[in-house]
């Protein structure tokens, strides 16, 4: 049942640091801080005066370079490999004392999960971006505040829930990696058909 808990927390919080790692960082240090869920020893590690400090600063940046058309695109591509390799970091040290060979795999899962949020989250913005009011990438960004936050909170009080949950995320977020990849494929293969 532990290790179910264990990767309920990791796949949340990677899932998490992927659409906004400074959030998550801030929230699970804030959680260990002031025991706002029982969570286990290893993640007191976010409960330092610095890493929170530095989380909060980064969040309020992030806060309002969401909000404003290609600027939130821009920011993403900043983080395309800063939020994978937080994911990686974060599920590393939710190990505690773990052999070399458990932390390089928890550091593949945490990294390719934040990944996937990430691509994600960065390719539905850059849609997004083409509309031409600015109104529908503030609910997204705020739609994306609320999914980490409530993420976070699941993978910390509700770790199996969490583990339900990120499942189910990773699964659509595969089906939806499938379809354009295939949508792609068809295009480009009536493009290059002689007559196309």
Sequence with gaps: METLAFLGRTLGFSLAAGVNLYATVALVGLASRYGWVSLPPEYAIFDNDYVIGA????????????????????WDALHTLIRPAGGALMAVAALGDASPGMQGLMALVGGAVAAGSHATKAGTRAMVNTSPEPF??????????????????????????????SA?????????????????RRRFARRAAPGG
């Design 136 to 165: 529908s990438n503030w609910l997204l960004s705020l739609g994306e505040d609320v999914f980490v936050v409530g993420l976070g909170y699941l993978a910390m009080a509700y770790p199996l829930a969490a583990l339900v949950v």
């Design 168 to 184: 189910l995320l990773l699964l659509a977020i595969v089906v939806l990696a499938t379809t354009l990849v295939r949508a792609f």
């Design 55 to 74: 989380a909060i600063a980064l969040y309020v940046i992030e806060f309002f370079a969401d909000k404003i058309p290609w600027v939130d695109t821009l």
